[in-house]
């Protein structure tokens, strides 16, 4: 089993920043692939940046593209999604996500391609 655990979330306004850090536990870290998502009331659930196991790949959501950088510490297990000009439809509550298995690609973007999840941070950007 594999324990998730985001933290960092906050109440910001329009054009702050945030940066989130989740910690993984009970796999090698660097064997995990992880993954940041978002999900807003009435909305399903939707990636917003994912990395491959040591960093070198990454990927992110169109409607982040430019403002949010996804980065990992192999050595400290853990991962960070740094949010820049921030607005008030990133709010939401952001759920780190990691996964084991690898069929050979270099990262998941699917909430369904992720075997465990962590509680949930909120994040409210004020207008």
């Known amino acids: 089993q594999v324990q998730v655990v985001e933290s960092g979330g906050g109440l910001v306004q329009t054009g702050g920043s945030l940066r989130l850090s989740c910690a993984a536990s009970?796999?090698?870290?660097?064997?995990?692939?992880m993954g940041w998502f978002r999900q807003a009331p009435g909305k399903e659930r939707e990636p917003v940046a994912v990395?491959?196991?040591?960093?070198?790949?990454?990927y992110y959501a169109d409607y982040v593209k430019g403002r949010h950088t996804i980065s990992r510490d192999n050595a400290k297990n853990t991962v960070y999604l740094q949010m820049n000009n921030l607005k008030p439809e990133d709010t939401a509550v952001y759920y780190c996500?990691?996964?084991?298995?690898?069929?050979?690609?270099?990262?998941?973007?699917?909430?369904?391609?992720?075997?465990?999840w962590g509680q949930g941070t909120q994040v409210t950007v004020s207008s």
């Open positions: 009970g796999r090698t870290f660097s064997s995990l692939f």
């Open positions: 990395i491959s196991r040591r960093g070198g790949s990454t």
């Open positions: 996500a990691a996964r084991l298995y690898n069929t050979g690609k270099y990262y998941y973007t699917g909430p369904n391609e992720y075997e465990y």
